[in-house]
């Protein structure tokens, strides 16, 4: 039974874990927090649902349709309403990105209606195997897999790369990285490509998961993910897989435990986190104050 | 020829006040957006099919005005207000689900105009409130036609729970399917909870089949009670599933595939399927397959149906079409014909006396197997 809930736990964990590091990477570069994270999320499974769903093409170009799609549409997000007010003091670039999530939320229901639809998933994917007491899907186990995969591969990026170098060298002085002829917009451009198509495969996932779409499904996740983010150390990859993966636990865990307590799961997983924040105001694995402000 | 504009502008502005004059307007708190979506919508579709059928009463058009509440309490009540106070709606149809209604019909209650619920089974969406009533029956009845259905006729002893305790229809309908069902000597192994909007339900699931019930009751709305299906046939559960009115959907097969075969739910009594239509409900499945081919009707659809016949025959009797003659004329309501059974209101009471049916899916369909008198 236990081995069951763990498998559970770090299948929801891993996709909290895949949205929060969008916004720990555009709050590590840029301190803005992208409320518009959890759109482009769900703008993503929407992509793979019409592809797959609605056009019959393979999953394989479904699923590259929905991360270009996706990654387009951040892209359009950080030039049209996030560039121009970067000279602009935070809080207008906050405010605007709670506008373009807005924007982007209604904008899906004039475009995809409101009326949620249903993902129909690939048979391979859900034919479960069975080990004992516990019950495995495959996609249960490539979710997890899948994020450990992306999370390495972005690490790679961030330190072993000339824009990842460049990436870090920001998020430290925006305007001596400039002065040293970086193209300061371009890498932030790729910042937020990067971070989309994260996203969009988080949404992916999550559409496989949780077999439906609709307008307003990047709210709730993307709220869970920020608290994952800040939880684990805004601004810290890592931090954000391991803050994703310790709220999806603190969540399974806390039904199984307290099955009396079930309504209450969210209330453990935010109990939690203000006690770690009063602990380490930073976060688990944040860097230090004075770089954070 | 700008002021010739000006005049056409005079003329078409006056054409449009007086032809408002002639219209009696219904609006609706419609529920089109959102978790409730997939019964709004049918509501919607159902209230759309009655208005085109009966479009005149008094001699004048009757309009409606929806209204979407974005399956939410707040909006409902925005909603509800924006109708009365700048449409001035005669009447209102109320959205889906008993939280958005209660919201709704407190704020008809004050206005004084007339709010026709039409799915709301919650007993609180009535309670104390003159001009609210509904078309449905309530939660009471359906718990314990639920209670009943599963330990005299199935036989089931050990029930287990999963319920939404941010829903006042789930918590409501919860507790009378487990007081009853306790009273009939059934066990209540496990009672689990989630909260609406949650996606992910496999540790309340894991723990439910742990514990070795013999049916799951889920007064869940479909949004969730959809994907709670799906998660329990992928932990592989063994045991039933049974919903209440709001799992009622026409593609819940082509959503849920496998894992719904078997699935049973409540209905208030109108499925496509059932064996004995009565003539309202003839006419009702013929005129909707002509209006909508290709798309199964069901409850939801026609209780926004029914909702607006009520409100309909009750305008022709008064023979007025202010809100408080609806009203009035409302609660004297006997025995009109509806497609769920006969409808009859009284001062005492604004809920309908209604029977009710179950539904299970058997080999990939929708199946209306059985009816429970009140």
């Not at chain 1, 904008?107 to 195997?129: C, D, E, H, N, S």
């Not at chain 1, 993307?222 to 897989?241: D, T």
């Not at chain 2, 689900?97 to 969406?125: F, I, Q, R």
Request: proline residues 5%; contains cysteine.
């Amino acid at each position: 039974m236990f081995v069951q809930h763990f498998i559970n736990a770090l299948g929801l964990g891993a996709l909290y874990g895949l949205i929060a590091i969008g916004y720990t990477m555009v709050y590590g570069i840029l301190r803005l927090i992208n409320f518009a994270h959890g759109d482009i999320f769900m703008l993503g499974a929407y992509f793979v649902f019409f592809a797959t769903i609605q056009y019959k093409l393979p999953w394989g170009l479904g699923v590259a349709i929905a991360i270009v799609g996706a990654t387009a549409c951040g892209l359009l997000v950080d030039r049209i309403a996030y560039r121009p007010l970067r000279g602009a003091p935070r809080i207008s670039a906050l405010i605007s990105a709670i506008g373009v999530s807005f924007f982007l939320e209604n904008l899906a229901v004039v475009i995809f209606t409101g009326m949620p639809r249903a993902v129909v998933q690939p048979p391979w994917l859900m034919k479960p195997v069975i080990l004992g007491e516990v019950r495995l899907i495959p996609l249960g186990l490539m979710v997890p897999v899948i994020a450990f995969v992306l999370v390495s591969g972005l690490l790679w990026v961030v330190y072993k790369t000339k824009p990842g170098l460049a990436m870090r060298s920001i998020s430290h002085d925006i305007e001596t990285t400039r002065l040293l002829g970086v193209s300061v917009d371009k890498i932030i451009a790729l910042t937020f490509a990067l971070g989309s198509a994260l996203a969009a495969l988080a949404g992916i996932m999550w559409a496989l998961r949780y077999p439906r779409v609709e307008p307003f499904m990047g709210v709730f996740p993307g709220f869970k993910a920020f608290i994952a983010a800040v939880f684990g150390g805004i601004g810290s990859i890592p931090g954000a897989m391991v803050g994703g993966v310790i709220l999806g636990f603190v969540e399974i865990m806390s039904v199984a435990f307290f099955p009396k307590l079930s309504g209450y799961k969210d209330a453990f997983a935010f109990v939690l986190l203000i006690v770690i924040l009063l602990i380490k105001p930073t976060g688990l694995m944040g860097e230090r104050m004075e770089e954070k402000i | 020829m700008k002021r010739c504009f000006l005049a056409l502008c005079v003329v078409l502005v006056a054409a449009g006040v007086s032809f408002g004059a002639d219209t009696i307007k219904i609006g609706v708190v419609a529920t089109v957006t959102g978790q409730n979506a997939f019964g709004g919508q049918l509501e919607l579709e159902g209230m759309q099919l009655a208005n085109k059928l009966y479009p005149e009463a008094l001699g004048k058009k009757i309009e409606l005005v929806p209204v979407d509440n974005k399956s939410d309490k707040v909006e409902s009540a925005t909603a509800a207000t924006r109708l009365i106070e700048s449409d001035k709606v005669s009447a209102l149809i109320g959205p889906y689900a008993s939280g958005p209604t209660m919201a709704a019909g407190e704020v008809a209650e004050k206005a004084g105009v007339p709010m026709m619920a039409t799915a709301a089974t919650n007993p609180l969406v009535t309670e104390g409130k003159k001009y609210v009533y509904r078309a449905c029956f309530i939660d009471p009845f359906q718990g314990e036609a639920a209670a009943n259905y599963v330990f005299n006729v199935l036989g089931y002893k050990k029930a287990a729970v999963l319920t939404d305790v941010a829903s006042d229809y789930g918590v409501g309908l919860a507790n009378f399917f487990k007081a009853n069902f306790t009273k009939l000597g059934g066990e209540i192994v496990s009672d689990m909870k989630y909260q609406s909007g949650d996606t992910d339900f496999m540790a309340q699931l894991t723990e439910i089949i742990n514990q070795g019930p013999d049916v799951l009751f889920i007064p869940a709305y479909f949004a969730e009670g959809a994907v709670i299906l799906k998660q329990g046939s992928e932990l592989g559960a063994k045991f039933r599933f049974m919903g209440g009115d709001a799992m009622d959907n026409p593609d819940i097969v082509t959503l849920g595939g496998e894992a719904v075969e078997g699935f049973l739910h409540s209905a208030f009594a109108y499925d496509p399927s059932m064996p004995e239509m009565n003539a309202e409900a003839k006419a009702f499945t013929e005129a909707w397959n002509k209006e909508y081919p290709g798309k199964a009707p069901n409850a939801n659809a026609a209780m926004g149906y029914d909702a607006y016949i009520l409100i309909y025959q009750a305008i022709l009797r008064a023979g007025k079409s202010d809100p408080q003659s609806i009203r009035d004329e409302l609660e004297k309501s006997t025995n009109v014909p509806t497609v769920t059974g006969l409808t009859s209101f009284s001062a005492q009471s604004h809920d309908p006396v209604k029977d009710l049916g179950i539904v299970e899916i058997r080999n990939g369909k929708k199946s209306y197997i059985y009816t429970i008198k009140p």
